[in-house]
């Protein structure tokens, strides 16, 4: 697949989810199951096999966007981002200025799969 992207990467207590953006729509999108153990280098091999089914080179992915309600989970993907990507990876949380405002009493609470 040629071209570039963002993945996201929804983490979810039962699945992640992961999914390529490009240009303005979702080019690919994958399911795994979530396994809050798992180590870093773990996930790692699932989405570079992910990816290469596709025909995608790590080099085209130019963002990283995670959400996040498995805590171990986010910073497991946080460091395979920045280990096997090189690229700093956005963490969604209720203090993420994306514009939208988060009207329930305690934001801090909302899961960033809310968000």
Known sequence: MA???????????????????QGNA??????????ADKMPD???????????????????????????VVPPLTSAFVELVRRYYKLDPLVVTSKTNTGVKIAID??????????
Request: charged share 15%.
């Open 26 to 35: 979702w080019a690919l999108s994958w399911r795994a199951r979530t396994v």
């Open 42 to 68: 773990e996930y790692a091999v699932l989405v570079r096999n992910f990816l290469t089914s596709a025909d995608v080179r790590a080099e085209a992915i130019t963002g990283v966007v995670i959400a996040s």
């Open 3 to 21: 071209g570039s992207g963002l993945l996201a990467i929804d983490i979810g207590n039962t699945n992640v989810h992961l999914g390529l953006w």
């Open 106 to 115: 305690q934001p801090e609470q909302a899961g960033a799969d809310r968000i």
